[in-house]
C-alpha cells in the first residue's frame, strides 16, 4: 500500500547543475501536484495536473518544469539549480474535490530535502 | 486567488489542557473545503481534520474539534486533552471546489509545543 512514492529523498546539487525529482501515486488519482516548503512559508504550490498529459502553474512556478506523461507520474524538473531552490519538495495526489467516493483527502508523499550549494 | 493566514506562529499548552489554533481564510466562493494538517519533526503531512463549507455543523475527530465561522470565514482548531504526541506544526489549507482549481492552499502554519 505504497500511496504517494518520491524519489529520491535526499540530493546536494551544485548550482547549475539540472535534476528531476520523480512521484509515482498508485490510487489511480486524476490531480497530482508539487510543493515546496520553506521555513516561515508554509507550503507553496509550484505546478499541478489535473490529469495525464496535462500541467498548469501554480504559486512559485519560475524555474521548474514538470510533466505528466503517465497518469501515476508527475515529474518535476529543475534545469539549472539555484541556491534558493534548496527546499522540501512534497508530492500530493487527490480526485476531484466534488467527487464524494474519494472523501476529497490529498495524500502527501514523504517529501524530498534538496540543497543547492 | 484564495488566502489563508495563521497569525499564531508559535503556541504552547500545558499537557492535558486544551488549546485553540486559529485560522482565517479568504474566498470569494460559496463552496469550498478546509482542512487542519499536522506536520511532525518527520515532516510527514498527517490530515486532522476536514470541514465541507456546506454543512454547518462543525467537524470532530476525538480530541479535535473545529469551529467554523462560514460568514466571519475563520476556521479555528481546538485541540482537547492536549498530549506530548500533538507537538508539531499544524497547517490550515483551503480547497476550492471548483473544478481544475482545486489545489490546496496553505497558511504559514502554528507551531505548538506541549509542556510536560
Known amino acids: 500500500n505504497a500511496g504517494v512514492t518520491q524519489t529520491p529523498k535526499f540530493r546536494v546539487l551544485k548550482t547549475g547543475q539540472s535534476m528531476t525529482l520523480l512521484c509515482a501515486q498508485d490510487m489511480n488519482h486524476e490531480y497530482m501536484y508539487w510543493y515546496r516548503q520553506d521555513p516561515g512559508m508554509g507550503l507553496r504550490l509550484i505546478h499541478y495536473?489535473?490529469?495525464?498529459?496535462?500541467?498548469a502553474k501554480g504559486e512559485v512556478p519560475d524555474g521548474y518544469n514538470v510533466s505528466r506523461l503517465k497518469k501515476q507520474n508527475f515529474l518535476l524538473g529543475l534545469e539549472s539549480a539555484a541556491p534558493s531552490q534548496t527546499s522540501v519538495y512534497f508530492c500530493?495526489?487527490?480526485?476531484?474535490?466534488?467527487?464524494?467516493?474519494?472523501?476529497?483527502?490529498?495524500?502527501f508523499g514523504e517529501g524530498s530535502w534538496l540543497t543547492v550549494v | 486567488a484564495q488566502t489563508v493566514t495563521q497569525s499564531q506562529p508559535e503556541m504552547s499548552v500545558q499537557e492535558a489542557e486544551t488549546v485553540t489554533l486559529s485560522c482565517t481564510y479568504d474566498?470569494?466562493?460559496?463552496?469550498?473545503?478546509l482542512f487542519w494538517y499536522k506536520q511532525p519533526p518527520s515532516r510527514q503531512m498527517i490530515l486532522v481534520i476536514r470541514?465541507?463549507?456546506?454543512?454547518?455543523q462543525n467537524a470532530t475527530e476525538n480530541r479535535f474539534s473545529v469551529n467554523f465561522q462560514k460568514a466571519a470565514k475563520s476556521f479555528s482548531l481546538k485541540i482537547s486533552d492536549s498530549q506530548l504526541g500533538d507537538a508539531a506544526m499544524y497547517f490550515c489549507a483551503y480547497r476550492s471546489s471548483n473544478f481544475g482549481n482545486e489545489k490546496l492552499t496553505f497558511g504559514t502554519g502554528t507551531r505548538l509545543t506541549i509542556i510536560p
Open positions: 474566498t470569494s466562493e460559496s463552496d469550498y473545503y
Open positions: 470541514q465541507e463549507a456546506y454543512k454547518q
Open positions: 500530493a495526489s487527490s480526485q476531484p474535490a466534488g467527487l464524494i467516493s474519494s472523501g476529497n483527502t490529498i495524500y
Open positions: 495536473s489535473v490529469g495525464e498529459g496535462t500541467t
